[in-house]
Nanobody, 125 residues
Framework: QVQLVESGGGLVQAGASLRLSCAASGRTFSTYSMGWFRQAPGKERDFVAGITWNGGNTAYGDSVKGRFTISRDNAKNTVYLQMDRLKPEDTAVYYC??????????????????WGQGTQVTVSS
């Protein structure tokens, strides 16, 4: 089972960009489909983006389509979330998560059995 560590969060102004990284331990990273989720205070954890094992398929939540891009580098055991044109409503703790099978993207939090500790993203207006 992989362990996940997110980084790259911070405080930015609206319209800025950030890139989140999620580094995975172990040798089995490429056997997982990966997802990014976010959770704002008092709200449920929502799907942001997902990517299959080889990057061949991606999926995005409606609120981030066209602004966020998910990618992965299996040689570096890392998945990324490029966030452009950030809005105050993007403020949340962002989590990466791993699931199997590797060829399927799930939008459901309960399908993911491994989570990182989260990284805070705050967007000021």
């Amino acid at each position: 089972q992989v362990q996940l560590v997110e980084s790259g969060g911070g405080l930015v102004q609206a319209g800025a960009s950030l890139r989140l990284s999620c580094a995975a331990s172990g040798r089995t990273f490429s056997t997982y489909s990966m997802g990014w989720f976010r959770q704002a205070p008092g709200k449920e954890r929502d799907f942001v983006a997902g990517i299959t094992w080889n990057g061949g398929n991606t999926a995005y939540g409606d609120s981030v389509k066209g602004r966020f891009t998910i990618s992965r580098d299996n040689a570096k055991n890392t998945v990324y979330l490029q966030m452009d044109r950030l809005k105050p409503e993007d403020t949340a703790v962002y989590y990466c998560a791993a699931t199997r099978p590797s060829y399927r993207i799930s939008l459901i939090t309960s399908d993911y059995n491994t989570w990182g500790q989260g990284t805070q993203v705050t967007v000021s207006s």
